[in-house]
């Protein structure tokens, strides 16, 4: 399971991995570049391929944009894509509240839809294709931009590619277009199609270096979209339903075998490895288009459920759900340290009579690495009734099991569960045992949207069949790296849950078989050591994590730079350097780290 890593990433702005067309990573190799970046230094922001994708809008977004601006827009005004009107009327609400001078004219909704007499390709009718754009003055970017980066409920780039060939082919057009030319037929609608959860599997398209398109003519795929199919690429998306049945059972941990689609979803049920709460199934896994939508949207449904009442934030967490409860509801109280003082202080509250709506936290949290003592936090919940939201992403369910601790627990599929960094996703779980499970069981049936791509669920599918080899994996080597830096007299401290304080919190969670992740994070005494480190740290370097590949930033300089001495506060300094560690050989990574460690200042 060697992962190598081909020498390209190492430019500024390149894709990570390289030559790929929906790579969630952008190569920063230098100290230099991310400071660049964050300042908006022209000599990196002009490199840029790409960037994660909700902080950096890809361009085949932004053309599909400005196609639909071009179109249905006016001169000076921009466009932010969303997969549902649902999605594009709360962009619209942001909105509101954040310019209520801007009227309704000059923040609208256009929906686009597949026109009846063109949409002639079985594809079209098994997919469903439609895009929701918020258009408005282009002055007012930032609060678009805004939304799209905390709500996570933008579209992908691979449905604003496939929506931006059928708008450029005449078949995808303005709802009130359809409307009206429905309306001038004189027989019935032929364009009233919902994706049906066929089954039966159907022969796939064969990955190849050309396809077939929607008119019939082959089109020659460019270089980077073949490098994205080489490995067995599945484009019959007539599977989507499948895929995404086989995704939500892996997540509930009742499908664990590396198998193709067909026979995975023909297995018995994996009851070893299944979530410890009866009752719990897949039927109580919801996708979402990115982690940040999971948590967003069960902050919104919890509001719904339960009334607006403020939430709590406890432990360091990933910086946009914070801004979550802050700006989309009553407020938040925040815990940055995870302490159990603030635990007393939160008890303190509760018994004097505050209410709150719930409580977020990660296990374990990022990039400190600390888990939250779930048990207490738990016990207060059931006595003074508010809801549990554990993002379990850095420790991932086969190392942990945190849902009998919590009412919803969220993840980034992005991640680990997905390993190729080509790929966004979300899930949201309810557990069953949980006191609000009914109510909120409801508000999620009444209203859910699955807006994740069918492309980008037949890409998730297949990346995660092999996750539990993949988890063992890093979790071996992050423990390896792990030993390598602690043992070094220059570096001043190493985050990591087996060797945290935090351990027996931890451990509580941990499954018979599970590790401590693959996710680490080290300070020095010095920034000088810091940037010598990660100046000639021969690994990829970028955000996000989880790759099969071993990928490195500072990770605070990236999440925190207009916030570091707040971040400071809270014991994040601003020199962290964070790792994600890969599939590689392990000695080959140590060597890789011993290297980087001898290039330290003498």
């Known amino acids: 399971m060697t992962v190598l890593m081909p020498t390209v990433e190492n430019a500024v702005g390149e894709t990570i991995p390289p030559l790929t067309a929906h790579a969630v990573s952008v190569s920063l190799p230098t100290w230099s570049a991310n400071v660049g970046y964050e300042e908006g230094q022209e000599?990196?922001?002009?490199?840029?391929?790409?960037?994660?994708?909700?902080?950096?809008?890809?361009?085949?977004?932004?053309?599909?944009a400005?196609?639909?601006?071009?179109?249905y827009g006016r001169p000076g005004e921009r466009a932010m894509l969303f997969p549902s009107h649902a999605v594009a009327s709360r962009c619209v609400e942001f909105?509101?509240?954040?310019?209520?001078?801007?009227?309704?004219?000059?923040?609208r909704v256009t929906d686009l839809i597949p026109i009846a007499d063109k949409a002639k390709a079985k594809e079209i009718n098994e997919v469903s294709p439609k895009v929701s754009a918020v258009i408005f003055p282009q002055e007012h970017f930032s609060i678009a931009k805004t939304f799209w980066q905390h709500s996570g409920d933008g579209v992908s780039s691979r449905r604003a590619e496939y929506c931006?060939?059928?708008?450029?082919?005449?078949?995808l057009v303005d709802r009130t277009e359809q409307e009206e030319s429905t309306r001038m037929c004189k027989g019935p609608k032929r364009y009233q199609n919902k994706s049906s959860i066929d089954a039966t599997q159907r022969t796939p398209v064969k990955s190849d270096r050309s396809s077939q398109g929607l008119d019939g003519v082959t089109e020659v795929q460019d270089p980077t979209q073949y490098v994205e199919e080489r490995f067995g690429r599945n484009l019959d998306l007539s599977m989507t339903s499948n895929a995404k049945l086989a995704i939500r059972r892996r997540i509930a941990g009742s499908l664990t075998a590396d198998v193709?689609?067909?026979?995975?979803?023909?297995?018995?049920?994996d009851h070893e490895r299944i979530r410890k709460v009866a009752g719990f199934s897949e039927d109580d896994v919801y996708l979402y288009p990115s982690g940040m939508s999971s948590i967003f949207n069960s902050h919104r449904k919890l509001m719904d459920a339960r009334g607006q009442y403020k939430s709590i934030v406890y432990g360091f967490p990933y910086i946009d759900t914070l801004k979550i409860v802050q700006k989309f509801g009553p407020g938040c109280l925040f815990y940055g340290l995870g302490s159990p003082e603030e635990l007393d202080d939160l008890e303190q509250r509760l018994e004097s009579g505050e209410r709150y709506l719930a409580l977020f936290t990660e296990f374990p949290g990022n990039p400190l690495l600390k888990s939250p003592d779930l048990q207490r936090i738990r016990a207060l919940a059931d006595k003074y009734d508010f809801c549990v939201v554990i993002d379990e992403t850095v420790g991932n369910f086969l190392n942990v099991n945190v849902l009998p601790y919590a009412d919803v627990v969220v993840s980034s599929l992005t991640k680990v569960f997905s390993g190729d960094s080509n790929v966004m996703g979300g899930s949201a779980i309810l557990n069953p045992k949980g006191r609000h499970y009914e109510t909120m069981k409801q508000m999620w049936e009444a209203d859910y949207e699955d807006n994740h791509w069918a492309e980008d669920s037949i890409f998730l599918e297949r990346n995660s069949r092999d996750f539990v080899p993949r988890i063992e994996r890093t979790n071996a080597n992050a423990e390896a790296i792990c030993d390598v830096l602690r043992a070094h007299p220059r570096v001043k401290q190493v985050n990591y849950p087996k060797y945290s304080p935090t351990r027996p919190f931890y451990d509580r969670c941990r499954t018979p078989n599970g590790g401590y992740g693959g996710l680490l994070s080290a300070t020095f005494y010095s920034r000088e050591d810091a940037v010598a480190f990660f100046d000639n740290l021969d690994t990829a370097k970028g955000p996000s994590l989880g790759t099969n590949f071993t990928l490195?930033?500072?990770?605070?300089i990236l999440a925190h730079y207009a916030e570091l001495d707040w971040a400071a506060s809270f014991g994040v300094e601003a020199d962290l350097v964070r790792f994600s560690v890969g599939l590689e050989d392990t000695q080959e990574l140590v060597n890789i780290f011993r290297r980087a460690l001898e290039s330290l200042p003498k």
């Open 43 to 64: 000599w990196v922001l002009s490199k840029m391929k790409t960037g994660y994708p909700r902080f950096f809008i890809h361009k085949s977004i932004e053309k599909f």
């Open 66 to 71: 400005v196609a639909i601006v071009e179109k």
């Open 95 to 107: 909105f509101r509240k954040q310019a209520p001078q801007l009227s309704a004219e000059q923040v």
């Open 164 to 171: 931006h060939n059928l708008l450029s082919k005449g078949i």
């Open 260 to 269: 193709g689609l067909t026979e995975a979803l023909a297995l018995e049920k």
């Open 552 to 556: 490195s930033s500072p990770y605070v």
